[in-house]
């Protein structure tokens, strides 16, 4: 994301001037669409707020559970749908606009947060015959005793499993409407390029969550393919609920709009490799006005999700 920012303020920086005196650009209109791309979750547990010694040079959150790359992520076709509010152009290279998001995340097995090792290790030492080839997550390795520690209302639960991890399970429905300032760089009145954008609104959340004590948690040796992503297949066995609860909320939020290509036409557009980030935890450092389980008030899920489309194409109204 970084490197985006900084190339595009790179350009504009040089272009600026030849885009200000360019044929006046083509904003976007309401209108409704279709999209084809996928989400991919990154929802942590724990609390944002409290800090726990991982075995690094720092403290870093209290996170018992969030998602990794090559285990089991959830990456999931979006919803194909799309509505769009018109455009207001500052400048021909400058916009804002209204944006409205939904997308439903539907997460089972989220993989346990490691303590001084990493999965892409666990997979390296991993013997391929092991456990009718699946690795397996040792107690050891996570912070499950911390866990304990923090909330021992559910040590006897734990306690009673040979190999106990952690892990979640959720199901939620995602609504962002909010306001996007942003920048891209016009080639002429209907085309567009690096298309870049930052916004605040807020998001609501429904749906529900249960964090789940495996024995053990274990993963596919062999990794399975999706699209350009490679991971492996997690599961939580011997899956043990610890509590569970329903969510149903409204909570700040931010988001971040990339777009690589679009053609902005008289009735129509159309766009390449669209991108959107929704986070709710980055203005306050965790999801606010969760309600969490009595007895755990500390402990919450933090909602964030990417979006990743090849294309989208939008019919104006």
């Known amino acids: 994301m970084k490197l985006i920012i900084s190339l595009n303020l790179f350009i504009f920086s040089l272009l600026s001037s030849y885009a200000e005196s360019s044929a006046e650009t083509k904003s976007r209109k309401l209108g409704i669409g ?7 979750d990154k929802t942590s547990f724990g609390d944002e707020t409290k800090y726990i010694d ?32 018109d455009e207001n152009l500052i400048k021909n290279w400058a916009y804002t606009k209204i944006i409205l998001n939904f997308d439903i995340m539907e997460v089972e097995d989220v993989p346990p947060y490691l303590n001084n090792t990493s999965y892409s290790d666990l997979i390296d030492s991993c013997p391929s015959s ?3 080839g699946q690795c397996i997550v040792n107690s050891s390795n996570t912070f499950t005793d911390e866990f304990k520690s923090s909330y021992p209302k559910y040590s006897d639960q734990i306690e009673s499993k040979s190999n106990p991890s952690l892990s979640a399970d959720f199901s939620v429905s995602a609504i962002f409407l909010g306001k996007l300032w942003g920048i891209f760089y016009p080639i002429n009145d209907r085309h567009r390029i690096f298309q870049i954008g930052l916004g605040i609104g807020l998001g609501s959340y429904s749906g529900k969550y249960s964090i789940n004590v495996c024995d053990p948690y274990v993963f596919d040796i062999i990794p399975t393919e999706l699209n350009s992503f490679t991971y492996h297949d997690g599961n939580c066995e011997k899956k043990s609920e610890l509590f569970s609860e329903n969510i149903s909320f409204v909570a700040p939020s931010t988001a971040f709009d990339f777009i690589l290509y679009s053609y902005v036409g008289d009735s129509f557009e159309f766009n390449i490799a669209p991108q959107m980030t929704i986070d709710s935890t980055l203005l306050f450092g965790r999801t606010l006005f969760v309600i969490a389980p009595d007895g755990i008030s500390d402990f919450r899920p933090n909602f964030q999700f990417v979006t990743y489309d090849l294309i989208s194409f939008v019919y104006y109204l």
């Open 54 to 85: 991982r075995g690094t040079s720092q403290n870093e959150p209290e996170l018992f559970y969030e998602p990794d790359p090559l285990i089991n992520p959830n990456i999931s076709r979006r919803f194909p749908i799309l509505f769009q509010f």
């Open 130 to 132: 092991n456990h009718y």
């Open 34 to 40: 279709i999209r084809g791309g996928l989400y991919y």
